[in-house]
């Protein structure tokens, strides 16, 4: 329903002057005041769907993409007053870094709300609202200032599950937008002599018209529980923002902060003290409930943890006389402290092996802490398996591997990284074993409640030209499908896919923006790979008719050389297509991207402060 009226129309006898109707939600109205007399505009809104907000930085890369549901907007406002009424019932913010482990970052969690109709106890899963915001704003003509009546925020309960690479990326990009702001500050050349009885320091007096005056303000921040993962996979740039920033990053899950009130009343300061205050609130919050969070990291084995499931367990066995809910209480709190610090030493053992191959491997290997306990079990028993193996073969493989890259320098260097790895690989395969089979116990014996999916699917940032496009879902498929062809790799994008031989084989050709892959049908993985020409390699694709069929003819380097430039008919490979059109449409796309990927290596690279 929409409603708009003239302010210059007489005013009716009722309290709603209805123009036109529709099917709308938005409500825009004219109330008329019968004692003062005053016009008034009314703005309602309501977004039972929401709104997405997406969060992507220079490279371009989305970082994380927000969602706001269950929106209910309403203001009423004239020149001398303004009422605003915000209600946002699902806040959730997704982890959008392709290859994560913890997909969801900020969500709230669902609440239990017991309803009792005998003889069963029924329970029902009730999500309140997460953001009430609620502003009463009158102005003082008299010394022309906003005076704020009423404002009262309050937000509900919050998980936030957050990763070392989501969180370098957001500080790395919020420096990056700092430092593109050009705020020049001028500085006078005159020197300043301290001893002058006569100088004056003319600090810049703020206006009166330039604070606001609050006589209430209220901020009620629910329960936040914190959790940090440390994934181990961070560039070279993001390792120099974690040195700049100089704070260790250390695993830990659910440290639970509780906030007081925040409440103010008749405060008169401008807008950035205002924030200055509010901000100290929260950190002095913070530092008094740092026992929480070194009470919860994994290396100790979350110690806070344990504490909560036993109490738990004896609150159940004093009221209901439960004596099974406090061993699983407690089998629960030994297994999960058993799983994280064994995980911890292992990953430690890992990285000191020096071995990225085995490394990357491992991590592949890694499971969500919310899997079933088999896939727990599973992943420790591969652990093992390649701990063992490593162990073995690490004397012969790390001295082969430092040769081909260093000479005689990186073979005896190998050979000490084989005697390290001979000892480590196989105590870390141990301690894997040992934390998947603890996890597994955990899961077992824990009542998970249920955690939100992503939204939507990771944004595929590589548009037409290599800039930034709008969000295409099968872009975001592809993508993901490329990541289980070559590892892993995200710097690979994808581009395009087409169908070869759409009746017969099913062969596909996906194009990225480093190469082209023609694969078989089947699951997507390394496996299934027929053919993977890269655009270092690649001089020149074309199509071709012969005997009435249809290829795709591609003439390659010998080796990485960009000066050898040359059309060797015994240096190509051809691909069979099922129509021209399959086979145009192929080779064009892939001169446009290798064209695309040659100016990409004159580019000038950006640098990382």
């Not at 005053?38 to 970082?63: D, M, Q, R, W, Y």
Request: neutral net charge.
């Amino acid at each position: 329903m929409i409603e708009i009226s003239d302010s210059q129309q007489e005013p009716s006898p009722q309290s709603w002057v209805m123009l036109n109707n529709s099917q709308s939600n938005i409500l825009l109205a004219t109330l008329t005041d019968q004692q003062s007399k005053k016009s008034s505009t009314e703005v309602v809104l309501s977004l039972a769907g929401g709104i997405g907000v997406s969060f992507i930085n220079l490279k371009p890369e989305e970082l994380f993409f927000a969602t706001l549901s269950q929106i209910k907007f309403k203001s009423l406002f004239n020149k001398t007053f303004q009422n605003i009424d915000l209600e946002i019932g699902a806040i959730q913010i997704d982890n959008q870094l392709f290859g994560c482990e913890l997909p969801v970052s900020v969500f709230s969690p669902p609440q239990v709300k017991k309803s009792f109709s005998p003889p069963q106890v029924k329970k029902s899963m009730v999500n309140s609202s997460n953001l009430l915001l609620s502003i009463h704003v009158e102005k003082d003509e008299d010394f022309d200032l906003l005076v704020f009546k009423e404002c009262s925020i309050d937000v509900c309960k919050l998980n936030m599950e957050l990763e070392d690479r989501l969180l370098l990326k957001l500080i790395q990009a919020i420096q990056n937008l700092l430092t593109h702001d050009d705020v020049s500050v001028k500085k006078s050349d005159e020197p300043i002599n301290i001893f002058d009885s006569h100088h004056i320091d003319n600090k810049p007096t703020v206006d009166v018209k330039d604070k606001l005056f609050f006589e209430s303000l209220v901020v009620n921040q629910g329960e936040l529980r914190i959790s940090l993962l440390t994934t181990g996979k961070i560039d070279q740039d993001l390792m120099i923002t974690k040195k700049n920033l100089g704070i260790p990053f250390i695993s830990f899950e659910d440290a639970a902060i509780s906030f007081d009130q925040y409440n103010r009343h008749n405060v008169l300061e401008t807008k950035g003290d205002m924030l200055n205050n509010i901000l100290q609130f929260y950190k002095e919050t913070f530092k008094n409930q740092a026992a929480v969070l070194l009470g919860s990291l994994d290396i100790l084995g979350n110690p806070m943890g344990f504490i909560q499931d036993f109490s738990s367990g004896v609150e159940g066995l004093l009221k209901k006389g439960n004596i099974g809910g406090l061993f699983v209480n407690v089998a629960h709190g030994f297994s999960d402290s058993a799983a994280k610090m064994t995980g911890v030493i292992a990953d430690g053992l890992w990285s000191a092996s020096m071995d990225s191959k085995f490394q990357e491997s491992r991590d592949s290997l890694r499971v969500s802490r919310a899997s079933s306990s088999s896939s727990h079990f599973s992943a420790g028993l591969k652990g093992f398996g390649m701990g063992m193996i490593g162990g073995l073969t690490s004397m012969v493989t790390q001295p082969i591997e430092g040769a081909s890259k260093k000479g005689v320098t990186g073979f005896f260097a190998g050979i000490g990284k084989g005697l390290v790895g001979t000892v480590a690989k196989p105590v870390a395969g141990v301690l894997d074993f040992a934390s998947g089979t603890a996890a597994a116990v955990r899961m077992s014996t824990e009542t998970q409640l249920p955690t939100p999916k992503p939204v939507r699917l990771k944004r595929n940032c590589y548009g037409p030209g290599g800039v930034l496009g709008k969000y295409i879902k099968h872009a975001s498929e592809g993508q993901e499908i490329l990541l289980k062809f070559n590892e892993g790799d995200v710097e690979e994008m994808y581009v395009a896919m087409e169908v070869v031989r759409p009746s017969t084989d099913r062969l596909k050709a996906i194009l990225t923006n480093k190469g082209i892959y023609f694969v078989k049908s089947g699951p997507p993985c390394p496996e299934n790979i027929k053919l993977h020409v890269e655009y270092t390699r690649l001089l020149d694709s074309q199509y071709y008719f012969e005997e009435s069929l249809h290829f795709i003819e591609m003439f390659l380097c010998r080796r990485q050389d960009y000066s050898v430039q040359e059309y060797n008919l015994d240096n190509r490979t051809t691909v069979r297509c099922e129509t021209e059109r399959v086979a145009y449409k192929v080779t064009q796309k892939a001169n446009y991207l290798k064209s695309l990927y040659e100016e990409s290596l004159f580019a000038v690279p950006k640098v990382v402060k």
